[in-house]
Nanobody, 115 residues
Framework: QVQLVESGGGLVQVGGSLRLSCTGP????????MAWYRQAAGKQRELVAR???????NYAGSVKGRFTVSKENGKNMVYLQMNSLKSEDTAVYYC?????????WGQGTQVTVSS
């Protein structure tokens, strides 16, 4: 069982910034890919950003240039820095890992961007 815990969500105005954090077990965090997903009300969950074990990243087109995913191995933390937020970024954001063929998810953190 892999337990992930997100934090850092909240209410922010359009154009503002937030940094989401995800913590998990140090025994695996340093060598497995991590990802951030989001799910807006009435919509399917979608991939926002992925951080591979070699440090490479990829982003959804809608967030490219505004969001940055990073990892801090010593603290078992993964971050999602979100800048220039738009109302359409409003969603519950989830941290994700796939380990041993199983997807693990955190409980999610709400991000609300108000205009």
């Amino acid at each position: 069982q892999v337990q992930l815990v997100e934090s850092g969500g909240g209410l922010v105005q359009v154009g503002g910034s937030l940094r989401l954090s995800c913590t998990g077990p140090g025994s695996i965090f340093s060598f497995i890919p991590m990802a951030w997903y989001r799910q807006a009300a009435g919509k399917q969950r979608e991939l926002v950003a992925r951080l591979s074990s070699d440090g490479s990243t990829n982003y959804a087109g809608s967030v490219k240039g505004r969001f940055t995913v990073s990892k801090e191995n010593g603290k078992n933390m993964v971050y999602l820095q979100m800048n220039s937020l738009k109302s359409e970024d409003t969603a519950v954001y989830y941290c994700n890992v796939r380990y041993g063929g199983t997807d693990y998810w955190g409980q999610g953190t709400q991000v609300t961007v108000s205009s």
